[in-house]
């Protein structure tokens, strides 16, 4: 995986990953919603045969965004774990 | 858990979100790495179908996969063109029909590794005629859905909403054609009521709602925010519980990545 910056403001970020699609995007635009700090986020695949998706975020000012990112980056592996232990706990039974 | 056996598995997650529960379905299809046969040499090929037609079918036949004795290829320390022992195994396959016509079965291909083989010995590959004759060596290795079809684990990995149904006891007056026409048979009628049966079958349709004579009706339907069922159904070359296990981990070392990409 590759990040490349496309747009670094105060309170804006666009960024774009080469590597990553739909299954990571999607669940990282969701979990940076759920963020009361966060004005906007969205991601878009400009090309579908070129896997690299675009993400950009907008916060309300308090928060930077790469931090908002990687909260919500956190919040997505907090949950996979969880599922995870979940699962394996169900699968002993 | 609702339900497993060999090839099935049925889930039902609670308090998860369905971005999540797609990333989940997504890393299953596309990202679980299994065993198919990709590079086909042909020694001999008599038989009515061209050496192309026999690798493809090759190549479609699910193989038992051990994941942790194999590496993919790309990330293999041998980084060679032919794979070495980690990263591939020989198959190999010698018929020829004798006396009479033959079908030649996927049960026919000689694995060197007796825990990588066929998951079925019985997939028909072609037809021999007297006197014709196929002799391959077929080499296999680890892939990924999302490159090509025969690198998917599961045959079918879907999630839905868990349903949720009510039933107003005091409108309904039990006329029966909610059961009748519910396509799945979730609802019965028992004692003069109706009641539900088979509440996970239910694929939130809503004829039952359409047909029910009340206005408003006295059966509504309705599903639970946060509550999905997920049911994987493996080829059989891995089991169902350890491709959900493979895809949480990739799930979690691609996010970790992408955390630290961020953090630069
Ligand atoms: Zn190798």
Redesign the pocket.
């Known amino acids: 995986m590759k990040v490349n910056v496309l747009k670094k403001t105060e309170n804006e970020l666009k960024i774009e990953v080469e590597g990553a699609g739909h299954t990571i995007c999607n669940l990282l635009q969701k979990k940076l919603l759920e963020d009361e700090n966060v004005e906007l986020a969205g991601y878009d695949i400009p090309h579908p045969l070129t896997p690299v998706p675009v993400i950009y975020v907008r916060t309300k000012g308090k928060l930077k965004p790469e931090e908002a990112l990687l909260k919500a980056l956190g919040k997505a592996r907090e949950i996979n774990e969880e599922f995870g232990k979940a699962l394996q706990k169900a699968l002993k039974k | 858990m609702l339900e497993r056996d060999e090839k099935n598995l049925r889930l039902l997650i609670r308090g998860a979100d369905a971005p999540f529960i797609n990333a989940l379905r997504r890393n299953v299809i596309a990202e679980v790495p299994c065993m198919a046969i990709d590079d086909v040499v042909i020694i001999e090929n008599s038989s009515v179908f061209h050496d192309e037609i026999i690798a493809h079918r090759l190549g479609l036949i699910p193989l038992k996969t051990d994941l942790d004795g194999y ?1 993919l ?1 790309e990330e ?3 980084k ?1 063109e032919f ?6 195994v020989i198959l190999t396959l010698d018929r020829e029909a004798k006396e009479g016509a033959i079908t030649v079965y996927s049960g026919d291909l000689t694995s060197e590794n007796p825990n990588i083989v066929p998951v079925s010995d019985k997939i028909p590959i072609v037809k021999l005629a007297k006197g014709q004759k196929l002799r391959l060596e077929a080499y296999a290795r680890l892939g990924k859905g999302k490159n090509h079809a025969k690198w998917q684990p599961v045959s079918l990995c879907s999630y839905k909403y868990l349903p949720r149904i009510n039933i107003n006891g005091e409108s309904c007056d039990a006329c029966e054609k909610c059961v009748e026409i519910c396509p799945r048979k979730v609802l019965a009628k028992r004692e003069g009521k109706i009641e539900v049966r088979n509440l996970l079958a239910c694929t939130l349709c809503r004829d039952c709602v359409d047909v029910c004579p009340k206005q408003p009706p006295a059966i509504e339907v309705d599903w639970e925010k946060n509550a999905f069922i997920f049911s994987v159904e493996s080829t059989g070359v891995l089991p169902p519980e350890r491709i959900v296990m493979e895809a949480v981990k990739i799930l979690n070392k691609d996010l970790e990545e992408l955390a630290k990409q961020i953090e630069v």
């Open positions: 590496n290829p293999c320390s041998c060679s794979g070495c022992n980690l990263c591939r």
